[in-house]
């Protein structure tokens, strides 16, 4: 017998709104932000509960995003939880702490609203930032829309402090798509939250009763072992993540999967998408099964740890598998999901061709059709053999 | 004694690369830097301590009749003998 | 003590070398060089700060020689992040322990904060971070360790390098007479963003220092204490005038030793009569190439320097207006 789901109550709120009180449902006790667009609706709106009393954190207003992370090591440190936003250029801005934060393990929350990089400045969508920061040792997660942005920013700070976890977590979400949308979603009460995510404990923290040296410099001889053991923490850390999507699940009523899959019986072609992509792709795979085609839709909700066994597992019986990137990584393979997917998909025995599209650099709009042309174009490069490495869709003057 | 770091596992690391001795550096030899090493003569000390003060290591410490004397973590940087307020201490060369 | 107006304690009635506290905070067994006058300052200030004291450290020298696994020189809690940042992440540690204590999570009181730099880490590369802490009004001492240029890569120039210094990116030549800039002025920059403390202080002058370690750390707010390190592999000076060349630096006016209390400028260690800079300058390798010309007006320009510091120790407003609300008394 299922067990009784938990108290919900349905709201219609702006998705940024939503993870501000994700935030402040998971008691978060240190935030250190600076506001750049499109996160800033999720800084301001943490910003006015703290003022008003119903977050009790210390807010920081750094003066630059580099500044941010680096508070929030330093709060990691004393031993509070912590949390920051950002995207972009201030996620490029943070790069180099990234690492650190990760190595360091320090259990930060962090919410990416997804931006394409400048140059040209784009203040619109598109996972540019994120991709440039694949190897920052953080376990990453995306979500496609205000519910699951909700959800998996109450997770985030549960999978990070995880006592045989202790790494930080980005959630990506799409940077206006979601968060400047309004969405309907199922809040969960203060009480469940409570007993979900228990107070942080740190293995370690800063204090003079028991002092430790954080941050020491490895010779040639140790630098290696040291990384073997962050791989490991972040590999390992997959069972744990799924374990308490799992007990959210048994909660909410709201499961969720590292890929997830969308009408894939007996399909033959596959598109994979990320993000808020993935509800458009959605409607695209309908139409095609309304008229016969058998295609359907994995969504990619885990990025790090990468979940090889559970992809190639999804792939299996597809012919063709049509990965829908949303950053360009120039001079290279294109699109770095394709290229981790197409990597992941080699070693099988049996396994299904690949092709990679780009599409919605910098906000540009996707719609259904979109994804109806590429299975056509798709069709046409595999009979005539692929003409190039990827296809940069939709682009004039090709 | 912490254990050389190329015999070091990745498990026995402690999370992060934190460590949590402090003062292990006490653990490492830096006496075998020195080429001279300080020479304290006692008639002419006060005990007042300055030598002590003015060793950016450490390496001076007190003796029981009041005394001080280097340790082995003297550099023989030579400090404490351009410091001493009576010129008691002088330089002399490490025996070979 | 009245008479050479040291940082002053009602604590003590005497001041001997043999009755500082003899617990080592700063351990031997570190690698800096012979004859560190950064390390020699480093050893004091952590005595100074107190075992209830926790540190954020910026890469460089000190950060080096005292934490290379699997060994540490630090006794007290430690952390080390980058290089530019030491003073956010300090702002951060001051911010969790408020929250921590707030939310009655803290055994005891919040440690003392204390962020150190070198110059490089500090009026370089660090300068932003810095300035963010100070105007969002931590509760933490900053401490830089100047020993006058990027050290621990290999002597390169640094804001805080003085003028016609040698360094390997200001190597004098044919065309140059070495740095080229006059010494950032730190105190006057922390001085502008209304903080509460700001001090210079040299190993040289160890009561002084002590104290006004002391004094920052118990200054409700931010204090920033820029400390004079010689360097003899950087300065190319003998290892064992390290603690003499910091004196020379006093007692040339080069370095003088004062501190700002609430805007007030006062100067804690006077010299009856200065000495001539090429008393300080002829002792170092890194200004062997300077000609008269130079030295010259090193010495023009550190007197006129000097005198506008006697000015605005004696003046009877101070640098900015305290907040009212902040207003406290000064800690002794």
Redesign the interface.
Known sequence: MAKPRAQAKRVGMEVSIAVSHAVRLARAEGIAAYPITPQTHIVEYLSSLVANGELEAEFMNVESEHSAISACIGMSAAGARTYTATSSQGLALMHEILFIASAMRFPIVMTVANRALSAPLSIWNDHSDIMAARDIGWIQVFVENGQEAFDHSIMAFRIAEHPQVLLPIVVNLDGFILSHVVEALEFVDRETVDKFLPPYKPRHRLDPRRPVTMGAFAMPEIYTEVKMAHQVALSEAYERILAIWQEWGELTGRYYRPVEHYRTEGAKVLFLTMGSLSEVAEVAVDDLREAGEEVGLLKLRLWRPFPFAALREAVDGAELVIVCDRALSPGGPGGPVHSEVRSALYPLAQRPQTLGYIIGLGGRDVSPATFKEILVSARQELQKGPSQEFYLFGVRGA | M??P??Q????E??????????????????GT??SQHPVWTKSRCI????C????????IS?QPDGYFDM???C?????C???CVTGCIT?VPEEE | MEKFGYAQSTKFDTFASRLLPREEYFVGGHRSCQGCGEALAVRWVCKAIGKDAVIAHATGCMEIVSSGMPQTAWMHPWIHVAFENTAAVAAGLEAGYKILARKGKLEGKPPKVVAMGGDGGTSDIGLQALSGALERGHNFTYVCWDNEAYMNTGIQRSSSTPYGAMTTTSPPGKLSIGQSTWKKNMVAIAVAHGIPYVATASPAYLFDLYFKIRKAVETPGPAYVHVLCVCPTGWRSPTELSVRLARLATETAVFPLYEVVNGHYRLTVEVPKLRPVRDYLRLQGRFRHLRDKEIDFIQRQTLANYELLLKKCQAPFPEFVPLAHEEGKEVE
């Open positions: 912490t254990k770091l190329e070091t596992t990745w498990q690391i402690e999370i992060g690369g934190i460590l949590t001795k402090p003062g292990s550096a006490r653990e490492y030899d830096v830097w020195r005990k007042c301590g300055v002590w003060t003015t060793c950016p290591e450490g390496g007190e340790n082995n973590y550099k023989g940087c030579g400090i003998a351009k410091e330089m």
